[in-house]
Protein backbone atom coordinates (compact mmCIF):
# COMPACT_ATOMS: atom_id res chain seq x y z
CA UNK A 1 0.00 0.00 0.00
CA UNK A 2 1.48 3.30 -0.82
CA UNK A 3 1.94 5.77 1.72
CA UNK A 4 -0.06 8.97 1.90
CA UNK A 5 1.71 11.98 1.30
CA UNK A 6 1.76 15.32 2.39
CA UNK A 7 -0.48 17.32 -0.06
CA UNK A 8 -2.50 14.12 -1.98
CA UNK A 9 -5.91 15.07 0.36
CA UNK A 10 -5.67 19.21 -1.36
CA UNK A 11 -4.98 16.74 -4.58
CA UNK A 12 -7.94 14.70 -4.04
CA UNK A 13 -10.36 17.45 -3.15
CA UNK A 14 -9.36 19.42 -6.42
CA UNK A 15 -10.53 16.33 -7.99
CA UNK A 16 -14.11 16.28 -6.49
CA UNK A 17 -16.56 18.40 -9.41
CA UNK A 18 -18.59 21.23 -7.86
CA UNK A 19 -21.92 20.39 -8.55
CA UNK A 20 -21.19 17.43 -6.05
CA UNK A 21 -20.14 19.06 -3.47
CA UNK A 22 -23.47 21.52 -3.65
CA UNK A 23 -25.79 18.49 -3.87
CA UNK A 24 -23.94 16.85 -0.73
CA UNK A 25 -24.79 19.70 1.18
CA UNK A 26 -28.34 20.34 -0.45
CA UNK A 27 -28.90 16.84 0.80
CA UNK A 28 -27.57 17.76 4.30
CA UNK A 29 -30.19 20.23 4.83
CA UNK A 30 -32.77 18.44 3.71
CA UNK A 31 -32.03 16.10 6.27
CA UNK A 32 -31.71 18.18 9.18
CA UNK A 33 -35.04 19.86 7.96
CA UNK A 34 -36.58 15.89 7.97
CA UNK A 35 -35.16 15.61 11.48
CA UNK A 36 -36.57 19.09 12.36
CA UNK A 37 -39.85 18.60 11.53
CA UNK A 38 -40.16 15.04 13.54
CA UNK A 39 -39.45 16.76 16.57
CA UNK A 40 -42.05 19.21 16.21
CA UNK A 41 -44.58 16.06 14.52
CA UNK A 42 -43.72 14.28 17.94
CA UNK A 43 -43.90 16.87 20.18
CA UNK A 44 -47.24 18.19 18.93
CA UNK A 45 -49.03 14.98 18.41
CA UNK A 46 -48.71 15.83 14.14
CA UNK A 47 -51.30 18.18 14.92
CA UNK A 48 -51.61 22.08 13.70
CA UNK A 49 -53.19 23.64 16.64
CA UNK A 50 -55.93 26.48 15.98
CA UNK A 51 -56.65 29.79 18.25
CA UNK A 52 -58.02 28.81 21.23
CA UNK A 53 -56.95 25.38 21.17
CA UNK A 54 -56.52 23.51 24.55
CA UNK A 55 -52.54 21.78 25.24
CA UNK A 56 -51.33 19.87 27.90
CA UNK A 57 -48.27 21.24 29.79
CA UNK A 58 -45.11 20.16 28.30
CA UNK A 59 -41.79 19.36 30.08
CA UNK A 60 -40.31 22.61 28.38
CA UNK A 61 -43.17 24.92 29.14
CA UNK A 62 -42.03 26.06 32.78
CA UNK A 63 -39.28 28.08 31.11
CA UNK A 64 -41.49 29.54 28.91
CA UNK A 65 -44.15 30.20 31.56
CA UNK A 66 -41.85 31.85 33.59
CA UNK A 67 -41.52 34.66 31.00
CA UNK A 68 -43.00 38.09 32.81
CA UNK A 69 -45.54 39.95 30.90
CA UNK A 70 -44.66 43.66 29.44
CA UNK A 71 -47.00 45.42 31.87
CA UNK A 72 -47.22 46.91 35.39
CA UNK A 73 -45.60 46.69 38.28
CA UNK A 74 -48.64 45.20 39.74
CA UNK A 75 -49.66 42.96 36.70
CA UNK A 76 -46.29 41.52 37.06
CA UNK A 77 -46.89 40.62 40.58
CA UNK A 78 -50.11 38.62 39.73
CA UNK A 79 -48.23 36.84 36.68
CA UNK A 80 -45.25 35.52 39.08
CA UNK A 81 -47.99 34.21 41.80
CA UNK A 82 -49.95 32.55 39.09
CA UNK A 83 -46.58 31.25 37.14
CA UNK A 84 -45.20 29.91 40.98
CA UNK A 85 -48.27 27.72 40.99
CA UNK A 86 -48.37 26.48 37.71
CA UNK A 87 -44.99 25.49 38.03
CA UNK A 88 -45.85 23.52 41.26
CA UNK A 89 -47.75 21.38 39.61
CA UNK A 90 -50.49 21.52 42.10
CA UNK A 91 -52.61 19.36 40.07
CA UNK A 92 -51.83 16.11 38.17
CA UNK A 93 -54.47 16.80 35.57
CA UNK A 94 -54.36 20.59 35.04
CA UNK A 95 -55.33 21.89 31.64
CA UNK A 96 -54.48 25.27 29.71
CA UNK A 97 -56.21 26.79 26.90
CA UNK A 98 -54.37 28.99 25.04
CA UNK A 99 -55.03 31.82 22.36
CA UNK A 100 -53.19 32.90 19.55
CA UNK A 101 -52.87 36.57 21.00
CA UNK A 102 -53.64 39.04 23.31
CA UNK A 103 -55.94 40.44 20.71
CA UNK A 104 -57.90 37.01 20.71
CA UNK A 105 -57.91 37.24 24.41
CA UNK A 106 -59.54 40.68 24.29
CA UNK A 107 -62.26 39.74 21.05
CA UNK A 108 -63.08 36.44 23.42
CA UNK A 109 -64.43 38.97 25.77
CA UNK A 110 -62.19 37.22 28.62
CA UNK A 111 -61.54 39.99 32.10
CA UNK A 112 -59.66 38.94 34.66
CA UNK A 113 -59.97 40.24 38.94
CA UNK A 114 -58.42 39.54 41.61
CA UNK A 115 -60.09 37.24 44.24
CA UNK A 116 -60.70 39.45 47.62
CA UNK A 117 -61.43 38.97 51.11
CA UNK A 118 -65.24 40.26 52.18
CA UNK A 119 -67.42 39.71 54.97
CA UNK A 120 -70.00 37.53 54.33
CA UNK A 121 -72.77 35.44 56.28
CA UNK A 122 -73.72 32.09 55.31
CA UNK A 123 -77.19 31.19 54.83
CA UNK A 124 -78.72 28.12 54.16
CA UNK A 125 -81.81 28.24 51.67
CA UNK A 126 -85.32 26.95 51.67
CA UNK A 127 -88.66 26.69 50.46
CA UNK A 128 -91.46 27.27 52.91
CA UNK A 129 -95.22 28.13 53.19
CA UNK A 130 -97.33 30.24 55.24
CA UNK A 131 -99.51 28.84 57.47
CA UNK A 132 -102.01 30.20 60.15
CA UNK A 133 -100.54 30.10 64.09
CA UNK A 134 -102.21 26.91 64.86
CA UNK A 135 -102.27 27.60 68.72
CA UNK A 136 -104.15 30.76 67.87
CA UNK A 137 -107.09 29.00 65.40
CA UNK A 138 -110.08 28.04 67.40
CA UNK A 139 -112.69 25.80 66.19
CA UNK A 140 -116.05 26.37 67.77
CA UNK A 141 -119.10 24.71 68.17
CA UNK A 142 -122.63 24.14 70.55
CA UNK A 143 -121.72 22.83 73.65
CA UNK A 144 -125.70 21.76 73.97
CA UNK A 145 -127.95 21.36 71.11
CA UNK A 146 -130.39 23.70 70.09
CA UNK A 147 -131.46 26.17 66.66
CA UNK A 148 -129.47 29.09 65.63
CA UNK A 149 -131.32 32.19 66.95
CA UNK A 150 -128.86 34.80 65.38
CA UNK A 151 -125.57 34.86 64.03
CA UNK A 152 -123.70 38.05 64.00
CA UNK A 153 -120.70 37.10 62.11
CA UNK A 154 -119.56 35.80 59.13
CA UNK A 155 -116.73 34.26 56.90
CA UNK A 156 -114.16 37.16 56.59
CA UNK A 157 -115.23 39.45 59.59
CA UNK A 158 -113.37 40.89 61.93
CA UNK A 159 -113.87 39.59 65.91
CA UNK A 160 -112.30 40.87 69.02
CA UNK A 161 -111.91 38.73 72.38
CA UNK A 162 -115.41 38.19 73.95
CA UNK A 163 -117.84 39.36 70.65
CA UNK A 164 -120.55 37.45 69.62
CA UNK A 165 -120.45 35.36 66.82
CA UNK A 166 -123.50 33.78 66.97
CA UNK A 167 -126.55 33.08 69.38
CA UNK A 168 -128.61 30.10 69.90
CA UNK A 169 -132.17 28.79 71.35
CA UNK A 170 -131.47 25.71 73.55
CA UNK A 171 -133.84 24.30 76.25
CA UNK A 172 -131.14 23.06 78.22
CA UNK A 173 -129.31 26.33 78.67
CA UNK A 174 -132.96 27.33 80.01
CA UNK A 175 -133.21 24.59 82.44
CA UNK A 176 -129.89 24.93 83.87
CA UNK A 177 -130.52 28.73 84.73
CA UNK A 178 -133.88 27.90 86.59
CA UNK A 179 -132.28 25.13 88.18
CA UNK A 180 -129.65 27.93 89.43
CA UNK A 181 -132.32 30.14 90.15
CA UNK A 182 -134.32 27.29 91.83
CA UNK A 183 -130.80 26.54 93.86
CA UNK A 184 -130.36 30.23 94.71
CA UNK A 185 -133.58 30.77 96.50
CA UNK A 186 -133.93 27.59 98.42
CA UNK A 187 -130.40 28.32 99.65
CA UNK A 188 -131.62 32.31 100.54
CA UNK A 189 -134.26 30.78 102.47
CA UNK A 190 -132.25 28.34 104.50
CA UNK A 191 -130.18 30.48 105.40
CA UNK A 192 -132.43 33.08 106.48
CA UNK A 193 -134.17 29.96 108.33
CA UNK A 194 -131.07 28.98 110.65
CA UNK A 195 -130.56 32.72 111.21
CA UNK A 196 -134.27 32.93 113.27
CA UNK A 197 -133.40 29.72 114.80
CA UNK A 198 -130.03 30.88 116.04
CA UNK A 199 -131.84 34.18 117.75
CA UNK A 200 -133.92 31.37 119.40
CA UNK A 201 -131.37 28.89 120.00
CA UNK A 202 -132.46 28.83 123.71
CA UNK A 203 -135.76 27.70 123.43
CA UNK A 204 -135.26 25.58 120.17
CA UNK A 205 -133.93 21.95 120.66
CA UNK A 206 -130.61 21.01 119.60
CA UNK A 207 -131.58 18.79 117.15
CA UNK A 208 -133.56 21.13 115.15
CA UNK A 209 -130.36 23.72 115.04
CA UNK A 210 -128.76 20.64 113.81
CA UNK A 211 -131.08 20.10 110.96
CA UNK A 212 -131.19 23.27 109.78
CA UNK A 213 -127.36 23.70 109.35
CA UNK A 214 -127.21 20.38 107.73
CA UNK A 215 -130.12 21.76 105.37
CA UNK A 216 -127.77 24.93 104.68
CA UNK A 217 -125.00 23.40 103.84
CA UNK A 218 -126.82 21.05 101.45
CA UNK A 219 -128.62 23.69 99.45
CA UNK A 220 -124.83 25.74 99.40
CA UNK A 221 -123.69 22.65 97.03
CA UNK A 222 -126.51 22.78 95.08
CA UNK A 223 -126.26 26.27 94.51
CA UNK A 224 -122.74 25.66 93.63
CA UNK A 225 -123.71 22.94 91.46
CA UNK A 226 -125.78 24.85 89.71
CA UNK A 227 -123.68 27.81 88.67
CA UNK A 228 -120.81 25.37 87.59
CA UNK A 229 -123.64 24.13 85.09
CA UNK A 230 -123.92 27.94 83.77
CA UNK A 231 -119.98 28.09 83.72
CA UNK A 232 -119.66 24.67 81.87
CA UNK A 233 -122.02 26.28 78.93
CA UNK A 234 -120.00 29.14 78.52
CA UNK A 235 -122.38 31.27 80.99
CA UNK A 236 -119.83 32.87 83.90
CA UNK A 237 -121.67 34.66 86.69
CA UNK A 238 -119.83 38.38 86.86
CA UNK A 239 -117.90 38.87 89.85
CA UNK A 240 -119.87 41.35 91.18
CA UNK A 241 -123.37 39.32 90.61
CA UNK A 242 -125.65 39.54 94.04
CA UNK A 243 -127.37 36.41 94.43
CA UNK A 244 -130.08 38.52 96.96
CA UNK A 245 -131.36 40.47 94.45
CA UNK A 246 -135.23 41.17 94.74
CA UNK A 247 -136.86 38.21 92.37
CA UNK A 248 -137.43 40.37 89.33
CA UNK A 249 -134.18 41.69 89.29
CA UNK A 250 -132.46 38.02 89.84
CA UNK A 251 -134.73 36.34 87.44
CA UNK A 252 -133.88 39.21 84.24
CA UNK A 253 -130.39 39.03 84.84
CA UNK A 254 -130.14 35.12 84.66
CA UNK A 255 -132.81 35.21 82.23
CA UNK A 256 -130.14 37.11 79.54
CA UNK A 257 -126.87 36.01 81.29
CA UNK A 258 -123.99 36.16 78.74
CA UNK A 259 -126.19 38.54 76.31
CA UNK A 260 -124.37 42.17 75.63
CA UNK A 261 -126.48 45.64 76.78
CA UNK A 262 -127.03 46.32 72.92
CA UNK A 263 -129.06 42.68 72.48
CA UNK A 264 -130.44 42.80 75.83
CA UNK A 265 -132.18 46.65 74.73
CA UNK A 266 -133.60 44.88 71.99
CA UNK A 267 -135.52 42.32 73.92
CA UNK A 268 -138.45 42.22 75.98
CA UNK A 269 -138.42 40.33 79.31
CA UNK A 270 -142.05 39.35 79.43
CA UNK A 271 -142.14 37.38 76.03
CA UNK A 272 -137.80 36.83 75.66
CA UNK A 273 -136.92 33.32 75.99
CA UNK A 274 -134.48 32.27 78.47
CA UNK A 275 -132.98 29.27 76.53
CA UNK A 276 -130.54 32.08 74.63
CA UNK A 277 -126.67 30.97 74.60
CA UNK A 278 -124.05 32.91 73.08
CA UNK A 279 -121.09 31.80 71.13
CA UNK A 280 -118.03 33.96 71.76
CA UNK A 281 -114.85 34.71 70.44
CA UNK A 282 -112.06 33.20 72.61
CA UNK A 283 -109.63 36.07 70.40
CA UNK A 284 -108.90 38.78 68.30
CA UNK A 285 -109.14 37.51 64.80
CA UNK A 286 -110.30 37.00 61.31
CA UNK A 287 -113.40 34.03 60.81
CA UNK A 288 -111.98 31.87 57.82
CA UNK A 289 -114.73 29.26 58.53
CA UNK A 290 -118.64 29.75 58.86
CA UNK A 291 -121.25 26.49 59.25
CA UNK A 292 -124.19 28.09 60.77
CA UNK A 293 -127.51 30.06 59.66
CA UNK A 294 -130.01 31.38 61.07
CA UNK A 295 -132.85 28.69 61.93
CA UNK A 296 -130.60 25.79 61.58
CA UNK A 297 -130.42 23.10 63.95
CA UNK A 298 -127.43 22.92 65.60
CA UNK A 299 -125.14 19.81 67.11
CA UNK A 300 -123.11 19.72 69.26
CA UNK A 301 -120.54 17.34 67.25
CA UNK A 302 -120.68 20.16 64.27
CA UNK A 303 -118.55 22.63 63.79
CA UNK A 304 -119.82 26.01 63.68
CA UNK A 305 -117.01 28.62 63.39
CA UNK A 306 -112.78 28.93 62.76
CA UNK A 307 -111.25 31.99 63.85
CA UNK A 308 -107.59 32.23 63.35
CA UNK A 309 -105.72 35.39 65.17
CA UNK A 310 -103.56 36.56 61.73
CA UNK A 311 -101.24 39.00 63.33
CA UNK A 312 -98.92 36.68 63.64
CA UNK A 313 -98.36 33.47 60.80
CA UNK A 314 -96.17 30.56 60.66
CA UNK A 315 -93.60 29.68 58.17
CA UNK A 316 -92.97 26.25 57.72
CA UNK A 317 -89.82 25.60 55.63
CA UNK A 318 -88.31 22.52 53.97
CA UNK A 319 -84.81 22.38 55.06
CA UNK A 320 -82.53 19.68 52.94
CA UNK A 321 -81.32 17.10 55.19
CA UNK A 322 -77.75 17.79 54.73
CA UNK A 323 -78.46 21.36 55.95
CA UNK A 324 -80.46 20.83 59.06
CA UNK A 325 -77.57 20.09 61.09
CA UNK A 326 -76.43 23.65 60.70
CA UNK A 327 -79.48 25.28 62.28
CA UNK A 328 -80.20 26.25 65.56
CA UNK A 329 -83.11 27.83 67.36
CA UNK A 330 -83.08 31.63 67.14
CA UNK A 331 -80.92 31.98 64.02
CA UNK A 332 -82.28 34.62 62.15
CA UNK A 333 -84.80 33.93 59.52
CA UNK A 334 -85.41 36.06 55.95
CA UNK A 335 -88.64 35.09 53.97
CA UNK A 336 -89.61 36.44 50.50
CA UNK A 337 -93.59 35.50 49.86
CA UNK A 338 -94.17 35.23 46.13
CA UNK A 339 -95.47 38.27 44.78
CA UNK A 340 -94.55 40.88 47.29
CA UNK A 341 -91.95 43.32 47.30
CA UNK A 342 -89.76 42.70 50.43
CA UNK A 343 -88.24 40.43 52.98
CA UNK A 344 -89.93 39.53 56.38
CA UNK A 345 -87.74 38.84 58.84
CA UNK A 346 -88.21 36.22 61.67
CA UNK A 347 -85.99 33.72 64.09
CA UNK A 348 -86.12 30.14 64.02
CA UNK A 349 -88.96 28.89 66.55
CA UNK A 350 -88.70 25.00 65.66
CA UNK A 351 -86.76 22.70 64.17
CA UNK A 352 -88.85 19.64 63.21
CA UNK A 353 -87.56 15.97 64.62
CA UNK A 354 -88.20 13.49 61.92
CA UNK A 355 -87.34 13.52 57.79
CA UNK A 356 -90.16 13.77 55.50
CA UNK A 357 -90.59 10.46 54.18
CA UNK A 358 -91.41 11.95 50.08
CA UNK A 359 -89.45 14.95 49.94
CA UNK A 360 -86.37 13.76 52.51
CA UNK A 361 -86.35 17.64 53.99
CA UNK A 362 -86.68 18.33 57.55
CA UNK A 363 -89.36 20.93 58.54
CA UNK A 364 -88.30 24.08 60.27
CA UNK A 365 -90.18 26.99 61.43
CA UNK A 366 -90.31 30.56 62.04
CA UNK A 367 -92.95 32.86 63.60
CA UNK A 368 -93.32 36.57 61.77
CA UNK A 369 -95.39 39.08 62.25
CA UNK A 370 -97.83 40.00 59.67
CA UNK A 371 -97.99 43.77 59.51
CA UNK A 372 -101.45 45.50 58.14
CA UNK A 373 -100.24 47.02 54.30
CA UNK A 374 -101.37 49.98 53.94
CA UNK A 375 -104.59 50.51 51.09
CA UNK A 376 -103.41 51.56 47.66
CA UNK A 377 -106.19 54.29 47.51
CA UNK A 378 -105.61 55.69 50.90
CA UNK A 379 -108.93 54.67 52.38
CA UNK A 380 -110.12 51.79 54.51
CA UNK A 381 -107.35 50.02 56.51
CA UNK A 382 -105.44 47.52 54.48
CA UNK A 383 -104.74 43.93 54.62
CA UNK A 384 -102.64 41.67 56.04
CA UNK A 385 -99.14 41.23 53.48
CA UNK A 386 -99.39 37.48 54.79
CA UNK A 387 -102.22 34.93 53.44
CA UNK A 388 -102.01 30.61 54.36
CA UNK A 389 -101.11 29.02 52.14
CA UNK A 390 -98.80 31.40 49.98
CA UNK A 391 -95.41 29.75 48.28
CA UNK A 392 -91.62 31.50 49.38
CA UNK A 393 -88.30 31.36 49.58
CA UNK A 394 -86.32 31.46 53.48
CA UNK A 395 -82.66 32.07 54.39
CA UNK A 396 -81.38 31.38 57.41
CA UNK A 397 -78.07 32.74 58.46
CA UNK A 398 -76.24 30.03 59.68
CA UNK A 399 -73.12 32.15 60.20
CA UNK A 400 -72.48 36.06 60.17
CA UNK A 401 -69.85 38.50 60.09
CA UNK A 402 -66.82 36.05 58.81
CA UNK A 403 -63.90 36.95 56.51
CA UNK A 404 -63.65 34.80 53.87
CA UNK A 405 -62.16 34.77 49.79
CA UNK A 406 -64.82 35.52 46.96
CA UNK A 407 -64.94 35.50 43.54
CA UNK A 408 -68.02 36.54 41.24
CA UNK A 409 -70.48 34.41 40.68
CA UNK A 410 -69.26 34.55 36.38
CA UNK A 411 -65.96 33.07 37.83
CA UNK A 412 -67.33 29.97 38.37
CA UNK A 413 -68.04 27.14 35.97
CA UNK A 414 -68.97 23.18 36.26
CA UNK A 415 -68.31 20.68 34.49
CA UNK A 416 -70.44 18.19 35.74
CA UNK A 417 -68.06 16.66 37.86
CA UNK A 418 -66.32 19.65 39.74
CA UNK A 419 -66.72 23.34 40.36
CA UNK A 420 -63.68 25.28 38.47
CA UNK A 421 -62.24 29.05 37.57
CA UNK A 422 -59.79 30.09 35.31
CA UNK A 423 -56.11 31.53 36.16
CA UNK A 424 -54.34 33.63 33.81
CA UNK A 425 -50.90 32.55 33.06
CA UNK A 426 -47.85 35.20 32.13
CA UNK A 427 -47.76 35.13 28.53
CA UNK A 428 -50.91 36.52 28.81
CA UNK A 429 -52.63 34.39 26.15
CA UNK A 430 -52.56 31.37 27.97
CA UNK A 431 -55.51 30.66 31.43
CA UNK A 432 -55.15 27.15 33.48
CA UNK A 433 -57.99 25.43 34.71
CA UNK A 434 -58.03 25.21 38.93
CA UNK A 435 -60.38 22.94 40.59
CA UNK A 436 -62.43 24.83 43.66
CA UNK A 437 -64.54 24.65 46.63
CA UNK A 438 -67.67 27.01 46.69
CA UNK A 439 -69.64 28.14 49.64
CA UNK A 440 -71.80 30.39 50.25
CA UNK A 441 -73.19 32.72 47.75
CA UNK A 442 -74.40 36.52 48.17
CA UNK A 443 -75.81 39.19 46.02
CA UNK A 444 -72.62 38.61 43.26
CA UNK A 445 -70.30 36.75 45.06
CA UNK A 446 -69.57 33.23 45.89
CA UNK A 447 -67.41 32.12 48.63
CA UNK A 448 -64.22 29.88 47.52
CA UNK A 449 -63.67 27.27 50.70
CA UNK A 450 -60.10 26.22 48.34
CA UNK A 451 -58.79 26.30 45.21
CA UNK A 452 -57.98 30.33 45.60
CA UNK A 453 -56.20 32.49 47.58
CA UNK A 454 -56.68 36.17 48.23
CA UNK A 455 -55.03 39.01 45.51
CA UNK A 456 -54.83 35.61 42.88
CA UNK A 457 -56.70 36.99 39.32
CA UNK A 458 -59.26 34.61 38.28
CA UNK A 459 -61.60 34.85 35.07
CA UNK A 460 -64.59 36.78 35.69
CA UNK A 461 -65.92 37.41 32.29
CA UNK A 462 -65.56 34.55 29.74
CA UNK A 463 -64.97 31.72 31.43
CA UNK A 464 -67.51 30.22 29.77
CA UNK A 465 -65.44 30.82 26.74
CA UNK A 466 -62.52 29.08 28.34
CA UNK A 467 -64.81 26.23 29.74
CA UNK A 468 -65.99 25.45 25.92
CA UNK A 469 -62.56 25.50 24.47
CA UNK A 470 -61.53 23.24 26.77
CA UNK A 471 -64.47 20.35 26.37
CA UNK A 472 -63.85 20.95 22.61
CA UNK A 473 -60.19 19.88 23.06
CA UNK A 474 -60.78 17.06 25.52
CA UNK A 475 -63.57 15.79 22.53
CA UNK A 476 -60.91 15.63 20.77
CA UNK A 477 -58.16 14.36 22.11
CA UNK A 478 -60.62 11.04 22.90
CA UNK A 479 -61.90 10.44 19.26
CA UNK A 480 -58.06 10.34 18.52
Known amino acids: MPAFRPGQESQARKGVPLHSRVQQIGNLLVLALLIGLGIWGHRNH ?61 QAGIRV ?3 HVQQLDEYVEANGVVGYDETRVAQLSSRVPGIAWRVEKHVGDQAHKGEILAILDSIEVGNAKAKFLEAAVDYDVKTQNLKHLEQISSAVPARTLRDARGDVRESRIRRF ?41 ELEPAVATANLLPIVAPFDGVLINS ?16 IADVSHMWLKLDV ?4 AVRLELGQRVRFLPDGAAGELESTVSWIGTEVDEKTRTVQVRAIAGNPIVPSPTGTGDGQRLLRAN ?25 DGERHMVFVPLPDGCSFALRTVVPGATHDKYTEIVSGIAADEFVVSLGSYVLKSELGRGQTAAAKQ
Open 46 to 106: WQIRRHGEVAKPAAGDAGRRSQAFDQSAETAEREQSSSDRFAAGQAADLQIVRFQSAAAVK
Open 113 to 115: DPA
Open 225 to 265: NARQTLINLGLPLPHDFAIDLPDEQLMQRIQFLGLPPHIVA
Open 291 to 306: EIVTGEVVQTANQQFV
Open 320 to 323: KKAE
Open 390 to 414: TFGTARIRVRENRSTVVVPHSAIQW
